[in-house]
């Protein structure tokens, strides 16, 4: 399924059949004529794709059914297949009325074996961070980088170990990329921790350029998620050191 937000503001969505043998559907969802109801920002459930969860103008979220009802098969879903969804606001952050959304991620972050916690991360125009509990909306950590976050992706590299590492790729209007480890089962490490009063320990790794004659970085951020904890700065990936990095990657595996 591809969505896209229309110059309008409508929802556009796109599904490819399975089959050669039928046709693609479109699918136009109407969206808020207000304007502090604007699309900000996008990003589909990491599970199934069966929701949108949309980020608007005024900090606001929803969820938007990606199918059509009879379509989908779900047991238990926890929201409604023919309707938007209208997400709890968000509360416990102190800045949270001076927020304005401009990049959103879904992390559906390990509890233990085979559950899983849907955290909304979102990106701010002043480069704020902030992690929420999707199910109440309350804030569970923050924190910042430099300029406006553009795109936050959830990565997850499945070919590196059995357990991979889960982390955040940060950037800014300028391209500059901020990586942030969430989940390390190697070592039983798992960021934020809302359970916990006590501070939680982060880290962050510098990846560009890594080569056997760059050292990798990891700072420690003891302060979340009572302080804004400033990232170290990436320079932008280019084309050919991720062609170096996976060539590297695959030679190590071979050996």
């Known amino acids: 399924t591809l969505a896209l937000v229309l110059e309008c503001g409508d929802i556009l969505f796109y599904d490819n059949p399975s089959s050669s043998q039928d046709q693609p559907t479109i699918r136009c969802v109407p969206w808020h004529e207000d304007p502090q109801k604007r699309i900000e920002a996008v990003t589909f459930d990491p599970s199934s794709g069966n929701w949108l969860l949309i980020a608007c103008n005024d900090g606001s979220l929803h969820l938007v059914p990606t199918q059509l009802p009879m379509t989908v098969e779900v047991i238990d879903q926890e929201w409604s297949l023919d309707d938007v969804t209208h997400l709890p606001p968000l ?48 804030v569970v950590g923050h924190t910042a ?27 800014n209007e300028n391209n500059v990329q901020w990586k942030l480890v969430l989940e390390d089962r190697e070592t039983g490490y798992f960021w934020p921790i809302p359970s916990e009063q006590s501070r939680a320990e982060s880290s962050t790794s510098l990846i560009s350029g890594v080569g056997p004659e760059e050292s990798t970085a990891r700072p420690s951020l003891t302060s979340f998620p009572l302080a804004r904890a400033r990232l170290q700065g990436l320079k932008q990936l280019s084309v050919e050191k991720l062609a170096t990095l996976r060539q590297k990657l695959s030679e190590t595996r071979n050996r």
């Not at 899983?116 to 199910?135: D, M, P, T, W």
């Not at 499945?158 to 982390?167: E, G």
């Open 91 to 138: 509360c416990g952050f102190s800045k949270v009325y001076d927020f304005y959304p401009s990049a959103v991620a879904w992390w559906d972050r390990t509890v233990s074996e085979g559950r899983c916690q849907s955290i909304v991360v979102i990106g701010g125009r002043r480069g704020e961070i902030i992690f929420a509990n999707l199910r109440t909306g309350c």
């Open 145 to 171: 980088v430099e300029g406006v976050v553009t795109t936050i992706q959830v990565c997850k590299d499945d070919t590196l170990l059995d357990f991979p590492p889960v982390f955040l790729l940060i950037s």
